[in-house]
């Protein structure tokens, strides 16, 4: 048995007799011990008896002081908020200073914003480039400056896209012998002073994969899927190239419905029935519409965020798949300008176009193809595009709120341009900074909100809403249990009509409530009874009622509300929709054409707009984040479910009906979760005020409301998708829709050879929707009955 010296960390043994002498005296070291555990337990019993009394004596005093705050608090006492509490205590059940509201107003400058865009558009800022980079920290800088709490550069390393330089992207027609009769423009013609910069992008669609296909050329309209289904029918697409013009749906859905129908490459241009539909004046620099040379860029990306991570954030331990294996139609594309179509549609062969499908090429009867009058001549597309990691910027700048900064409430627009992007998203970015200074200007005078307000400049919107899905990736967990709202504004001006509003039923009462107190900037309309921007909205959409649309996935939103169910909304001013219905954007969009001298000169030359927007968008930030309890109304959601169920049965009740399928079930679901936020409602101004534990309580019943909507098994087929009531269309990604998964599986069913499969998809998720219909609705219960 090993022996061991006694050095108080392990006890000797008794049978044991210590190394260190052979004269040991057992009976001295027990008398030692004796003794020595008597004292200690002497001193051990006097201070278990000072440690119990103070004990005691603690808890009578937490007792009694608890007592008198818990019976002035069941009281109502109007005390609690004045004499007994203070400090903390008093701000704690605080309301929004409702004089922060018109300063707030009033402090808005719009010169300060034409100054912010002019700096902010000198120099084109693709995503990737040095110029992004560069604004980037100048965000950083600002907002440093303006006294944010806090600033941080969020860097991700991403997959982007750019045109190879040294072999450009071309259209080419060829005669029978082999000569180019004729090649596509490699640059728009400038224009501008202020458009000729060395770092312009040439035109191109971003993640296209390269290729030189060649042969016969098929006009496809738009490129929907109704069109190319239609065309299909009497013309064959498969293996010959499409031309498609811009608008009605996204370009990336363009591109795959060309490569499902068999089209072995596809190019895209702007038709001046879209983007210069008023013959009779002039375009660009003269006016807004787009010259003959412009070109749209754009990406093909569906799916958001890197593409190479999807799901998760692209950080430095990130798994990326490999490039072939990314979700991309896999034929070239390539975007010209309507001069240069002109050249293909006036060779054209074949039968005429329908009406519907004709242009507005001077001098064309547009010809569906396929091939040229000369049989013998060819089209060749030449696409050179290149795939390539690239790190991009988020700018994030925090006011901490002062009562919950935990709850944040986010402003967010994207900085990356395709080229200048005075309009897209600069318009925004000029807006945004304004706000920023004003709100540091309120803070620095002593005022703070109550929860945080977050803003965020995202990097590579452009590219597919990249940086933003990737901080929310990154920032799932948090964000999932903190983020109040996100509010949007990408372009803050693209008009001069009437604001337009998207965004979720929670928000839609401050939503409107701000709208009223906003002046239209139309002031020569103020006479006709539109004096705020609440009225202009309300006649753009023909109703009494502002209409609010639906969420697709235009903008850096759609993570926040289809990823993990934040209430979201986007705004801007917008032109007159009624009578310019042809346009499908507004003309100069994603043009070298976008630089400052369009809105300086053109859209809005007072920036009286600008200032609308951002006084729009500021008010309705500082209501959710200083309002004592959120200031949303939770009726607004139950009335649109309802009416959301109402409208589906309405247009396939039929078809179900034709195959048994119920919706009985479906309807009483919505019919039950509509009540349940009439209860909650109703209990709302029965809520003790002067316990900010009830408050609190309310606030997060109706923030994570948003949430109970979302399943974590996403929609049928598309996994990231995961918010059952709001989602993109599956046949225009910039477009929203209502009940997605439902109209997703009803989609030419009864085309489709496989419609047994698709009709079980269907069940299996109407009985998920009515399941979450429930699900949400006992949220909204004071206690939960289980």
Known sequence: MVRHRNTGDVPLLRSEKSSDSDDFDWADTEFVHLVRTTTTKQITMQRRLKVALAVIIGAVVIFVLGLVIGLLIARGDSNVNGTYLSGVSKNIIRDGDPSIQQKLLKEINSEKIRQNLKEFTLHPHLAGTEGSKELAERIRDIWTEYGFDHVKLQPYDVLLSYPNTSQPNTVVLYDGTGRAKFTSQLAEKVLSPDQSQPDVVPPFNAYSVAGNPRGQLVYVNYGRYEDFNWLNKTTDISGKLCLARYGMIFRGDKVKFGEEFGC??????????????????????????????????????????????????????????????????????????????????????GKDAPDKWQGAIPGIKYKLGPGFVDSSWQVQLNVQTYNIIKTVYNVIGTIRGDMEPDRYVLLGNHRDAWVFGAVDPTSGTAAMVELSRVFGKLVKEGWRPRRSLMFCSWGAEEYGLVGSTEWVEHFTKSLGERAVAYLNVDIAVQGNHSIQVKGTPLLSKVLHEAAKLVPNPNTTEVGFGKKTLYDKWAQFSNSTVPTIQILGSGSDYAPFITKLGVSSMDTRYTYDKVKLKKLSSYPLYHSVYETFSLMNDIIDPTFKYHAAVTQYWGEVARSIADTYILPFDVRDYGNSITGFVNSFIKEYGTLLEKHNISVADLKEAADIFSQSCQDFHSLLPSINRNNPLDARKASDQMMQLERAFTDPNGLPGRPRDRHIIYAPSSTDNYSGVSLPGLVDALFEIEDDPNQKKRWETFKKHLSVVTYTFLSAASTLADVANF
Do not use: C
């Not at 954030?313 to 991309?328: F, L, N, V």
């Open 264 to 349: 072995k490459g596809m190019i895209l241009y702007s038709d001046p029935a879209n983007y210069a539909p008023d013959t009779n004046v002039k375009v660009f620099p003269e006016t807004w519409w787009l010259p003959g040379t412009g070109v749209q860029r754009g990406t093909l990306l569906i799916d958001k965020g890197d593409p190479q991570t999807l799901g998760y954030p692209s950080i430095s331990s990130a798994y990326r798949i490999s490039e072939e294996d990314i979700d991309i139609p896999k034929i070239p594309s390539h975007p010209i300008g309507y001069d240069d179509a002109q050249t293909l549609l006036r060779n054209l062969a």
